[in-house]
């Protein structure tokens, strides 16, 4: 059965750090682009992407709110995909998703993603 099941979410204080990870069951995940995106509690949707990882990972995408503070990175092997998440926001609040597209090749907007897991809420908060 595919699946994808994100973990590491919590809470956090301004400035600190989490490590999320996205564990794939059911597929072979070299195959596929990955990325992580996040929503506020709430409001439905998937958001914007935060970080994106081509099959192989010699590629990533970051957009402005996440460069230079987050960091994407996978092991086919194991099946993982991990989100590093250093100088934590409290605009970083969010449900956070990972999603898998059927290419190899870096895909950002989230119209592109297929498969979908539940989410995990990071919440950063003095």
């Known amino acids: 059965q595919f699946q994808l099941k994100e973990s590491g979410g919590g809470l956090v204080q301004p400035g600190g750090s989490l490590r999320l990870s996205c564990a794939a069951s059911?597929?072979?995940?070299?195959?596929?682009?990955i990325g992580w995106f996040r929503q506020p509690q709430g409001i439905q949707g998937k958001g914007n992407s935060i970080?994106?990882?081509?099959?192989?990972?010699?590629?990533?995408y970051y957009p402005d709110s996440t460069k230079g503070r987050f960091t994407i990175s996978r092991d086919n092997d194991k099946r993982t995909v991990s989100l590093q998440m250093n100088n934590l926001k409290p605009e970083d609040t969010a449900v956070y998703y990972c999603?898998?597209?059927?290419?190899?090749?870096?895909?950002?907007?989230?119209?592109?993603?297929?498969?979908w897991g539940r989410g995990t809420q990071v919440t950063v908060s003095p």
């Open positions: 999603a898998a597209a059927r290419t190899s090749n870096l895909r950002v907007g989230p119209e592109l993603y297929e498969f």
């Open positions: 059911g597929f072979s995940l070299d195959s596929y682009a």
């Open positions: 970080a994106s990882i081509s099959g192989q990972g010699s590629r990533t």
